[in-house]
Nanobody, 127 residues
């Protein structure tokens, strides 16, 4: 069983930056595709970014491309989401997720493909 613990959310002004971290328990972290999702009030959960098990391939939602960067450190069992130039519409609860059977190119956006989920962390962007 893998546990994911998310940290780093908070309140930030538009144009500011935050970095989210997700630390995984266990020794199999390096075999998982890791993803970040978010859910705003009244909206469905949406994919934000994902990274391959080695860290070499990264996928981004169009809405965050060029502003957010996903990365991972397998030695630390940690995946990060660096969020720059935050916008009001980035306000949401952010979740990290991990899966062994995620086809990164074709199904990284599908929540059901991920086996493990961390608790959410609130990101609030103010004007």
């Amino acid at each position: 069983q893998v546990q994911l613990v998310v940290s780093g959310g908070g309140l930030v002004q538009a144009g500011g930056s935050l970095r989210l971290s997700c630390v995984a328990s266990g020794s199999t972290f390096s075999t998982y595709v890791m993803g970040w999702f978010r859910q705003a009030p009244g909206k469905e959960r949406e994919s934000v970014a994902a990274v391959s098990s080695s860290g070499s391939l990264k996928m981004y939602a169009a809405s965050v491309k060029g502003r957010f960067t996903i990365s991972r450190d397998n030695a630390k069992n940690t995946v990060y989401l660096q969020m720059n130039n935050l916008k009001l519409e980035d306000t949401a609860v952010y979740f990290c997720a991990g899966g062994r059977n995620v086809q990164l190119v074709t199904s990284w956006t599908v929540p059901a493909r991920y086996e493990y989920w961390g608790q959410g962390t609130q990101v609030a962007v103010s004007s």
